[in-house]
């Protein structure tokens, strides 16, 4: 069996209760890392079939641990849950090149859904480096520290980021406010580095995330007394580094139900 789903499997379960099922986002995720667990394992055995395929041991690897700890963390089901999941699609997705027609057709499926989920895995690196890299604490600096208690073993931590993360996904002042952060670090690092940096490009992804968000969530308007009273409470209650921590972690989220560029 492929390293990385042992390697999964393996890891200490992370505690959080009241375990959800996995949504779309998560299976169309898991069947990605699947795939490129399949074309990596076999970059290394040598299969001369891939030669033209980008190398992507490593990456994939990293990519594999984000998904099953993302997956983990929001659905709270056992890591032994999702690393059945990801065997599951590991077996699919080999039985349809097994039961594709011809040779040509067999290939031609690998290539179109390495191609699809190479860029998602992209785009989700991406975001992760720059959610790693940075944080911005006011219009006119950036510190490079983690988000706060983001990567961290302490079931306590864990259990209140999976809280706050779902009821984030559904409190329209929340995003409205964390769009304004993120948007504001956006600009900050746009005027820094220019657009096609990869930070920029990454938190960019980010802000059209909250804003694609805020486009379809029906509820109080932001921009209103209640947001202004939000805001004030916000600040009052949080540090500015948690409000990016936790702005971070939902524009995260957020993101992955952007389609691929």
């Not at 169309?28 to 980008?54: F, M, N, S, T, W």
């Not at 929001?74 to 599951?88: D, H, Y």
């Not at 390495?114 to 895995?121: A, G, I, N, S, V």
Request: proline content about 6%.
């Amino acid at each position: 069996m492929i390293a990385f789903l042992l390697a999964l499997a393996a890891s200490s379960p992370v505690p959080a209760p009241a375990p959800t099922p996995l949504t779309d986002v998560h299976q169309r995720d898991i069947g990605c890392v699947a795939l490129l667990g399949i074309i990596a394992h076999e970059q290394r055995e040598g299969k001369a079939a891939l030669q033209d395929y980008p190398d992507i041991r490593d990456t994939g690897k990293r990519w594999a641990g984000i998904v099953g700890d993302r997956v983990t963390f929001e659905s709270g089901q056992p890591r032994e849950v999702v690393a059945f999941a990801i065997r599951t699609a590991v077996d699919a997705e080999q039985a349809e090149v097994l039961n594709a027609k011809t040779a040509e057709a067999a290939a031609a499926y690998a290539r179109g859904r390495f191609d699809e989920c190479k860029t998602l895995m992209d785009a989700q690196l991406a975001v992760a480096d720059a959610a790693a890299d940075v944080i911005v604490v006011d219009e006119r600096s950036a510190v490079l520290t983690p988000p706060p208690g983001w990567q961290t073993d302490e079931p306590e931590k864990l259990a209140l980021f999976r809280q706050q993360l779902r009821a984030d996904q559904t409190d329209r002042l929340r995003i409205s406010y964390c769009a304004g952060m993120i948007g504001a670090s956006y600009r900050e690092i746009v005027s820094r580095e220019g657009k096609g940096s990869r930070d920029a490009l990454a938190m960019g992804r980010l802000d059209r995330a909250f804003t694609a968000k805020l486009a379809n969530l029906p509820g109080t308007d932001p921009g209103g007394q209640a947001g202004v009273e939000f805001a004030k409470h916000v600040q009052a209650s949080e540090s500015r580094e948690g409000q990016m921590g936790r702005c971070l972690r939902l524009g995260e989220s957020l993101a992955m139900a952007l389609p691929p560029e």
